[in-house]
DNA sequence: ATTCTCACA
DNA sequence: TGTGAGGA
């Protein structure tokens, strides 16, 4: 199983699943709406979670919404989705198509990523 | 080969 | 937001 806040992707996967250049998701930190973690060296360790905020923080720009309003927005969504979520024990991945996806990602066995943020939300199951 | 920070002829 | 410099 792969915990959601596991960080294990970097930027390079992270630019292909989402589509957006290094610089717009270092800016999102910058503006306190993601937070990756770092190895050793310094460099950002993004988890599956991370990836699918990155992905909310697109569609509200997209929407026209400003940084300050999308960590509003962010924020509030969180609030409430997150009292179901606190009871509950961490989310896993499916161990099934999902794990050797992010494996075949991981590996570099896959190049060309085509994913838009409602294809990646099907590789989640909420774990009850 | 990748990513990091900083700064803008 | 892009991009190049300079370093890890």
């Known amino acids: ?20 250049s290094a610089r717009q998701i270092r800016y999102y930190e910058a503006n306190e709406l993601i937070s990756p973690s770092r190895s050793e060296g310094g460099q950002r360790l993004y988890s599956i ?3 699918e905020l990155i992905g909310q923080v697109k569609l509200l720009i997209e929407k026209g919404f400003n940084m300050k ?3 509003e927005e962010l924020d509030r969504l969180n609030r ?4 179901s979520a ?10 099934d198509f999902s ?27 909420q774990k009850k």
């Not at 915990?3 to 992707?9: E, I, N």
């Open 86 to 95: 606190d009871e509950t024990s961490p989310q896993y991945i499916e161990e």
């Open 49 to 51: 979670h991370d990836v």
């Open 1 to 20: 199983m792969i915990d959601k806040d596991m960080p294990v992707l970097t930027m390079k996967i992270v630019n292909q699943l989402t589509h957006l």
């Open 69 to 71: 309003k999308i960590k």
């Open 99 to 125: 794990t050797n996806y992010i494996k075949k990602v991981l590996s570099g066995e896959s190049r060309e990523i085509p994913l838009t943020r409602g294809d990646l939300s099907r590789f989640y199951k």
């Open 80 to 83: 409430s989705a997150q009292k």
